[in-house]
C-alpha cells in the first residue's frame, strides 16, 4: 500500500478514502492488470503476423516457368528427348503425379511459388485441352504457391467460346501460346484465326495473363520461324490491357527485338526462363532498365536446364544490385499474381 501511495501520489488515507479494504484495491489490481497483459500479448501476437505477411508479400520467390504436366500426353519422341536429358526423371515424373511432392522439392530449393506450365500442342507434344483439367486439380493441393497456366488451339478447338468458358471456370491463372509448337504466329488474328482474338479479348477481359514461347525450340517437328517476337507487337498494339510475358526472351536469336517490344509496351513482360543466368547479361546488359517489368523463371526440368537451385543460385551471384535481384524474384510476380 506504501508502494501504491508512492507512485500515485496518495496519501494512505486518501486511499482507504477510495477503497473500502485493501483487499478490493488487490482484486482490482489484479483484474485490470491482467486484462491489460491480456490485451499487450494480442497486441503483440497481431504485430507478429502482420510483420510476417508483410515479409511473405515483399520476399516470396517465384519461378514463373516450371514444366509440371501430363507426361501420359506427351508423344513418346518428345518424352525420349527429357528422360535422355535428366538423369532424375523419374523424381521429376514423381512430381508430376503428386503434387505433395512437388511442393516439398520447391522448399528444399528455394521456391515459394511456381507457375505451372500447360498448352495444347498435339502435333509437337502431344498435349491436349484435356492438360487444363489435370493442371486445375493439380494445383488444389496449394493454390497459393501452385500456379495454373492452361491453354488453347486455335485449330483443334470446335466451339472456341465454350473452351474459353471453362478456361475460366476452371479458374486458370495463365494462359501459354507456344508458335513454335502450335504451328501459328502470335498475331493469326489478323490472317483469319479468329479464335486467337476471343482468347486474347477473354484474357484481356478477365485480367488473365498471355505467355508467348519466343525463340527456338528443339523438340521435333518444332517451327521456329514462328518464335520471332515481332509477330507478338501486333497483339500489344490491338490488346493493350492484356499482360504478356516473352517466354525466353526471344534467345538466341531476336533478343534485340524481345528488348524493344519491352520498352515499347507498357503491357509486355520479359520471362528470362531457359536464359542460363551467366548469359542473361550478354543477352540482356540493359537488364536493370527493364527489371520492374522482368520475371524469373527456370524452364525445369526442360531438356539440358539445370536445377532450380542451381539456376536461382546462379542468378544471385550475377553483379546486380540487390533491389534489382529482388524485384525481378519477387516483386514483378506479385504485381502479376498477388500472393
Known sequence: ?????????LSLAGLNYYFESKEELLHLIQKHYFA?????????????????????????????HIHI?????????????????RHNYEQIAEFCRSPKLFL?????????????INYVAP????????????????VKENP????????????HSQNILADVEQLLRLNIRMIKIHPPHQLL??????????ELEVIYRAAEANGIPVMFHTGTSIFHGARNRYGDPIFVDDVAVDFPKMKILLAHGGRPLWMHTAFFLLRRHPNVYLDISGIPPKTLLKYFPRLEEIAHKTVF???????????????????????????????????TALSIWPA
Not at 484435356?130 to 486445375?136: L, P, R, T
Open 1 to 9: 500500500m506504501r508502494d501504491l501511495s508512492r507512485v500515485t501520489d
Open 36 to 64: 491489460v497483459i491480456v490485451i499487450l500479448r494480442v497486441a503483440f501476437e497481431l504485430a507478429l503476423l502482420l510483420n510476417s505477411l508483410l515479409g511473405l508479400t515483399t520476399n516470396v520467390i517465384t519461378d514463373c
Open 69 to 85: 504436366a501430363p507426361l501420359e500426353m506427351f508423344h513418346p519422341d518428345a518424352l525420349e528427348l527429357i528422360r535422355r536429358k
Open 104 to 116: 516439398k522439392h520447391m522448399d528444399a530449393v528455394g521456391i515459394d511459388r511456381g507457375v505451372l
Open 123 to 138: 502435333e509437337v507434344i502431344g498435349f491436349t485441352s484435356g492438360v487444363n483439367q489435370w493442371i486445375a486439380d493439380y
Open 144 to 155: 497459393k504457391r501452385l500456379i495454373s497456366c492452361g491453354g488453347l488451339h486455335p485449330r
Open 185 to 194: 504466329f502470335p498475331n493469326d488474328y489478323q490472317n483469319g484465326v479468329t
Open 297 to 331: 523463371g527456370t524452364d525445369w526440368p526442360g531438356p539440358g536446364v539445370p536445377d532450380i537451385k542451381k539456376n536461382l543460385d546462379d542468378f544471385r551471384a550475377l553483379p546486380l544490385k540487390e533491389e534489382i535481384k529482388q524485384q525481378i524474384l519477387s516483386k
